[in-house]
């Protein structure tokens, strides 16, 4: 029998076998051919592109007939910080797709939270999200997930709110009651 493993992650692998958490004879196994893909935030120039391409897919899959995207969706979509990578994307236009009555793709500016990006890119947005973090952990107890979580006060998924306080040092514990 002939198989192919490919495995993805986003994490430093062999700073992880240095360290002793990830055992050095898989990392070999696994390593045969390297890709490296930078995120989709460091490639926004993809991001029509990718919309375009998953919006026609996800059309066809929910049986609609979507023909434009309105210039703020657009916007929006290049804007964004896309923490989640690809994966949030597809997750967002999906969700936008369901929810399309008409021709005319659109998204809800809620829908990205606290993680909007400033037009600046700025340590002032970090500053702000961190703001918007901290609120949403003291107004739910430090709870990250669940209906009365954080995640879902700012409007952004679980897995996403946990990449971003782990990005900016948050302690999430301290604000338990």
Request: glycine share 8%; proline share 3%; charged share 30%.
């Amino acid at each position: 029998m002939d198989v192919r493993v490919l495995t993805a992650t986003n994490r430093d692998l062999e700073g992880a076998v240095a360290a002793g958490k990830f055992r050095e004879d898989l990392f070999y196994r696994l390593n045969v051919f390297p890709i490296a893909v930078p995120s989709l935030r460091e490639r926004a120039d993809d991001i029509r592109l990718l919309v375009e391409y998953m919006l026609e897919r996800s059309a066809k899959k929910a049986g609609k007939n979507i023909k434009r995207i309105e210039k703020a969706t657009l916007d929006l979509f290049e804007d964004y910080g896309w923490p989640g990578n690809v994966r949030e994307l597809q997750n967002v236009i999906e969700r936008a797709v369901i929810l399309c009555d008409g021709d005319t793709l659109s998204v809800d500016p809620s829908w990205f939270g606290a993680s909007l990006r400033a037009a600046s890119g700025t340590d002032g947005a970090a500053i702000g999200e961190r703001e918007r973090i901290e609120a949403a952990l003291m107004a739910s107890k430090g709870r990250v997930a669940g209906p009365f979580g954080a995640a879902n006060k700012l409007g952004v998924p679980r897995q996403t709110l946990d990449s971003r306080i782990a990005a900016l040092a948050i302690d999430k514990y301290q604000f338990r009651r």
